[in-house]
């Protein structure tokens, strides 16, 4: 059964830092990982998807990699902002299934 | 705007009271999905549909029901609310061919 582990549960950063959310699963035979982000009382707004065939993907100060053998994924944030703060989650998608498979998330913090 | 629209935003029942949560999506997705997200247990998926006209148990099933009325649409329904049923719930399309997959903002339910 695969399970999807995020680390830290929470983070606070000072503003400028550049960051690290890491995201590991038990089960290397994914689709494809997407990382998402979750305002306090919002739905979900999805960042990034990394195919299984792609070892990372980048938009604007974010960049996630993905390394299916090891079964790590992690989301780089560059330069973070007071407006990163949110929960980050990561999810899976195995390849014999349609459905996601989600960490529990690492709410972050970053303090003016 | 494009996207996956989910009412109501806000709900209150009774224990033994019954409702449906209604979703549709614009996108033309062949898939959709019910998650209920609790505290600290990251979201978990309760039903889907991979295509209209047919749909499957997810983990937490128990106490649910749904209908993919058309392509558009997948409500679920609570058919006797019980107080383990507090939780906000989710709905989510993507293609069959698994791109990402995109979020309502939720439902928030709170069974008394």
């Known amino acids: 059964k695969q399970e999807v582990t995020q680390i830290p549960a929470a983070l606070s950063v000072p503003e400028g830092e550049n960051l690290v959310l890491n995201c590991s699963f038990t089960?290397?035979?994914?689709?494809?990982l997407q990382w998402f982000r979750q305002d306090p009382g919002k739905g979900l707004t999805s960042l990034l998807l990394?195919?299984?065939?792609?070892r990372e993907q980048t938009s604007g100060r974010l960049n996630a990699s993905l390394d299916k053998s090891s079964g790590r994924s992690t989301l780089y944030i560059a330069a973070s902002q007071p407006g990163d703060s949110a929960t980050y989650l990561c999810?899976?998608?195995?390849?014999?299934?349609?459905?996601?498979?989600f960490g529990s998330g690492t709410r972050l913090l970053v303090r003016p | 705007n494009a996207g996956v629209t989910q009412t109501p935003k806000f709900q209150v029942l009774k224990t033994g009271q019954s409702m449906t949560l209604q979703c549709a999506q614009d996108?033309?997705?062949?898939?959709m999905y019910w998650y209920r997200q609790d505290p600290g247990m990251g979201l978990r998926l309760i039903y889907y549909?991979?295509?209209?006209?047919?749909?499957d148990k997810g983990e937490v099933p128990n106490g649910y029901n749904v209908s993919r009325l058309n392509k558009r649409e997948f409500s679920l329904r609570l058919e006797s609310a019980a107080p383990s049923q507090t939780s906000v719930y989710f709905c989510?399309?993507?293609?069959?061919?698994?791109?990402?997959?995109?979020f309502g903002s939720g439902t928030r339910l709170t069974v008394v």
């Open positions: 999810a899976v998608r195995m390849d014999s299934s349609y459905k996601l498979i």
């Open positions: 089960d290397s035979a994914i689709y494809n």
């Open positions: 990394i195919q299984s065939s792609q």
């Open positions: 996108m033309n997705h062949n898939s």
């Open positions: 549909s991979a295509s209209e006209g047919t749909t």
């Open positions: 989510a399309s993507n293609e069959i061919a698994g791109y990402g997959y995109t």
